[in-house]
Nanobody, 121 residues
Framework: QVRLVESGGGLVQPGGSLRLSCAAS????????MGWYRQAPGKQRELVAQ???????NYADSVVGRFTISRDNAKNTVYLQMNSLERDDTADYYC???????????????WGQGTQVTVSS
């Protein structure tokens, strides 16, 4: 079992910055992937960014050049630095973890409790 605790959300003006953190505890396997999905009112859930345990990262097209994901494997913690925030970034952000061990059935995805990001003037 894996527990994810995320923090760092809040209210920020357009053009501002926030940094989200997500700390994993429990039985952590390598390789694995961690990252964030987000969901805004009236919109579909979308993958924002994710990063593997060896450092490979990918991003949604809408955040490329503005967001940076990183991780500290010693702390089992992932960070999402969000710069040049826009109103369309307003959403609930949910951290996730999934083992990438080659086993059957496919390992379960674990989710954090969510953190609110509001970008408004």
């Amino acid at each position: 079992q894996v527990r994810l605790v995320e923090s760092g959300g809040g209210l920020v003006q357009p053009g501002g910055s926030l940094r989200l953190s997500c700390a994993a505890s429990g039985t952590i396997f390598s390789p694995n992937v961690m990252g964030w999905y987000r969901q805004a009112p009236g919109k579909q859930r979308e993958l924002v960014a994710q990063i593997t345990s060896d450092g490979g990262a990918n991003y949604a097209d809408s955040v490329v050049g503005r967001f940076t994901i990183s991780r500290d494997n010693a702390k089992n913690t992932v960070y999402l630095q969000m710069n040049s925030l826009e109103r369309d970034d307003t959403a609930d952000y949910y951290c996730h973890y999934q083992s990438r061990r080659v086993v059957y059935p496919t390992p379960k995805t674990y989710w954090g409790q969510g953190t609110q990001v509001t970008v408004s003037s």
